[in-house]
């Protein structure tokens, strides 16, 4: 399993990145801290929160949002779609993978986003 240095714990048992195929593939993030604790209430302050875990962890593998090749967000409530992607944009800046937003439960938190991004030049250990 891959522990990130910056993440908070996974809950889970699980890897929070990975590297396969040349590709960098990141399991699901989340608004929450270091102790597990939900990070802000609104879709724009959970946003904020997930996209800055995000970053940790493409920061931890070695690549970052512009090497982003797909994102996929899941959103507790599709109603907060415009708002949420209003964050998303401002926070990505020129970096546009392509993207699917899907509307679930999702255990407390409003959203979570995925990714799968290209290796960057110090991209962390190739067996990942």
């Not at 195929?21 to 939900?38: K, Y």
Request: proline share 4%.
């Amino acid at each position: 399993m891959i522990e990130s240095s910056k993440q908070p714990s996974r809950g889970g048992h699980y890897s929070l990145w990975r590297r396969a195929g040349g590709l960098i593939f990141v399991a699901g993030q989340v608004p929450r801290d270091a102790e597990r604790n939900i990070l802000g209430e609104t879709i724009e302050e959970q946003t904020i929160a997930v996209l800055n875990n995000l970053r940790l962890v493409l920061d931890d593998a070695g690549t970052d949002f512009s090497r982003l090749v797909r994102v996929q967000a899941y959103l507790s409530d599709m109603r907060d779609f415009q708002r949420f992607n209003a964050v998303y944009a401002e926070v990505m800046g020129t970096a546009a993978p392509v993207r699917t937003t899907i509307g679930c439960a999702l255990n407390g938190v409003r959203v979570e986003i995925d990714a799968v991004a290209e290796p960057g030049d110090g991209c962390a250990d190739p067996q990942h």
